[in-house]
């Protein structure tokens, strides 16, 4: 090792170079096999070495949390693999159909209006839209007006006994996947504007946060390297001063100096950005929006399914009294 510094003193920058990481891997390579005291290894302070452990702890939180979050980048999360929609429930017409249903319930209501939008060429793949298009491609092979909720023509001529309107049966289930099909197109479409608020809210912002990590982790291998590199030159030093070798021991001695200087500076600016990293509340405010954005899609989930249950609830009790009477 001696003799490489030696030679490194009489050449240029470059070899300098080349030298210290040759120093420095040597050093480690010292450490890692036990070969070198530990009292010859330099002691870190306290404070970075507890900045240290916390920050590897964020990284990790980091990390698990975005790799999940990510889920909300891909429409399709939640869309079962097994599920093939038949060419008819993928069609434009059933999309079509649930638009222009959705326009027709809020006719009249103090509800946003729905205007009945053009085919929509995308089909969304989530569970509550696939779910909404068998619903829907169910109503429409029941005879369900394609452009108009409820007012549903029987699929067949056939009349209940003693009677001369439609049967009913068809038409209120019919009535029934309508309102099924209206709430679940919604209640995709909810989640989508949760996803989106995530990805926006949450993953972009979080995701750039892992660079203010890195510089953190980075300023910590620079303190690691300045910890080898003065370690190498004290291992020097030591073992000139144990052979009686006077020469060098003030270039030495000045070495290990710098080299002192170079880690205090070092350790003092990584610790700097450590602090930066574990106080910023750019994460937390991150996490706030993440929640933010579940909390009102879950809310208007609610909302609609409730909704949606208490009209069938209606439904069904108006078809069980229809049913009783025809048995009576």
């Known amino acids: 090792m001696e003799h490489w510094k030696n030679i490194a003193s009489n050449v240029g920058p470059l070899s300098q170079k080349f030298t210290k990481t040759f120093g420095n891997l ?57 599920i093939q929609e038949s060419i008819t429930q993928l069609s434009a017409t059933v999309g079509h159909s649930v638009t222009s249903w959705a326009a027709s319930a809020t006719r009249g209501t103090n509800l946003p209006a729905v205007h009945p939008t053009a085919r929509p060429e995308k089909q969304n793949k989530t569970l509550h ?27 067949s001529t056939a009349r209940a006994p003693g009677s001369s309107e439609p049967a009913k049966d068809d038409s ?31 993953n972009v912002p979080f995701g750039s946060f892992g660079a203010q990590i890195q510089l953190a982790v980075k300023a910590r291998n620079s303190v690691n390297e300045a910890r080898l590199h003065l370690d190498s030159w004290k291992q020097t030093l030591k073992s000139a001063e144990n052979s009686g070798a006077s020469a060098k021991l003030d270039q030495y001695r000045n070495e290990v100096e710098q080299a002192e200087d170079k880690l205090v500076s070092a350790t003092e600016e990584a610790i700097s950005l450590m602090k930066q990293v574990l106080d910023n509340p750019e994460p937390i405010k991150s996490l706030s929006a993440f929640v933010k954005a579940q909390a009102e899609y879950h809310q208007a989930a609610g909302e609609l399914l409730s909704q949606l249950q208490q009209e069938l609830v209606q439904v069904a009790t108006s078809v069980e009294s229809d049913y009783r009477l025809s048995r009576g």
Request: avoid cysteine.
């Open 26 to 82: 040597n050093q480690q390579a010292k450490e890692r096999f036990g070969t070198i005291d530990s009292e010859d290894i330099t002691e870190l302070p306290q404070e970075y070495k507890d900045l240290e452990r916390r920050v590897d702890a964020l990284k990790g939180a980091h990390q698990g949390l975005l790799k999940i979050a990510k889920v909300y980048e891909t429409e399709s999360y939640d869309y079962p693999g097994q």
């Open 172 to 202: 209120k289930l019919g009535e029934a996947l309508q309102k099924f099909a209206l709430a679940q197109d919604r209640v995709g479409n909810a989640r989508l504007t949760q996803d989106d608020q995530i990805v926006q809210g949450f």
């Open 129 to 155: 839209h696939a779910l909404s298009r068998a619903a829907a491609s169910g109503a429409l092979q029941l005879g369900a007006d394609p452009t108009t909720l409820s007012g549903l023509p029987a699929l």
